[in-house]
């Protein structure tokens, strides 16, 4: 009788961990549909009111990692282009010794992007923060997305799911190391932020005043 009562548990456990992982990946393919369907070429996106860029790592040194630089550039090539007036550089700067945002405005200027055009969101500690305040903070209605396809599909469903007219546009520039890593991780991330945006809608780590896109970026700026 033990016996018997040990092996429906255990067929129980299998049965609840097959429900849990079909859950998951299900999840994870709705929202890599739902965002593919607003990925763009350069010439194709739309004109928007900023380009938003995602932060990603910088090293002690201050340069940008190879997988933020590309989104960079990518960025800085959409804003030649006129498809949007500002750019929006989101990324983390927590911690006195790690400061992903003054990188890339580092980056972003010595480009030729003017600084009144640079605004920069020090609190995008993650995608669903960074898309949150883009609409929130800084009052962008229409956006367009740059970083790399594995990444900008999460950020585009987040976005519509948040009342934002975006498209996006890939950075894939180059061959990153341990992608199949980043990708593995974001079938988590997709099923995190599908619960944010359908079901708990958390307000991000920090708000603050209203800096509206369309002034001067420079008064985001700390540090000259």
Do not use: C, W
Request: glycine residues 8%; without cysteine; neutral net charge.
């Amino acid at each position: 009788m033990m016996r018997k009562g040990i092996k429906r548990f255990m067929v129980s456990l299998v049965i609840v961990g097959l429900l849990g992982v079909t859950s998951v990946l299900a999840i994870d393919g709705h929202v890599r549909k739902k965002g593919n369907q607003l990925i763009m070429t350069k010439d194709n996106v739309f004109e928007a009111d900023a380009i938003l860029i995602l932060g990603a790592l910088v090293y002690q040194s201050g340069n940008v990692s190879n997988i933020l630089e590309d989104r960079l550039k990518v960025g800085v090539e959409l804003y030649e282009m006129g498809k949007a007036p500002k750019l929006l550089l989101s990324g983390d700067n927590g911690q006195l010794d790690y400061d992903e945002v003054n990188a890339m405005k580092n980056y972003v200027v010595a480009r030729g992007i003017p600084e009144e055009d640079v605004f920069m969101d020090h609190a995008g500690f993650s995608t669903y923060e960074s898309v949150y305040r883009a609409k929130e903070i800084f009052q962008v209605e229409r956006l367009i997305i740059v970083t790399q396809e594995y990444h900008l599909k999460r950020a585009l469903y987040v976005s519509k799911k948040l009342g934002i007219e975006a498209q996006g546009v890939t950075s894939d520039l180059r061959t990153y190391p341990k992608m199949s890593v980043f990708k593995t991780r974001e079938i988590l991330a997709r099923n995190k932020d599908f619960l944010y945006v359908n079901v708990f809608k958390p307000e991000p780590t920090y708000l603050g005043e209203v800096i509206n896109i369309t002034g001067d970026g420079r008064i985001t700026f700390d540090k000259d």
